[in-house]
């Protein structure tokens, strides 16, 4: 589970904070191309916050048993309502 959640923090942030050290640097050259790249890199990091909670919440063992607990059982308790 770590493995994982650091391997979706590095593909999502990754992009973002290299094109900002070279774009502070001033190594490259920035055109229309790199305008397009920082929008969509800027998006990625934002699509990672939103998809925290659903990677928490899958990989918790407890999480999945209530939830398919929830979906596939035929008759409700208490507990539900």
């Known amino acids: 589970m770590l493995l994982f959640i650091v391997i979706l923090f590095h593909v999502c942030w990754g992009p973002r904070l290299i094109f900002n050290v070279i ?13 397009s790249a920082r929008v969509y890199f800027y998006l990625l990091s934002f699509i990672h916050s939103a998809l925290n ?3 928490y919440g899958f990989m918790s063992s407890n999480f999945r048993l209530r939830l398919l607990r929830l979906l596939f059982n035929k008759t409700y308790d208490d507990e539900f309502v």
């Not at 774009?23 to 305008?35: E, W």
């Open 53 to 55: 909670p659903f990677v």
């Open 23 to 35: 774009k502070s640097t001033g190594i490259g050259q920035f055109d229309k191309f790199a305008y």
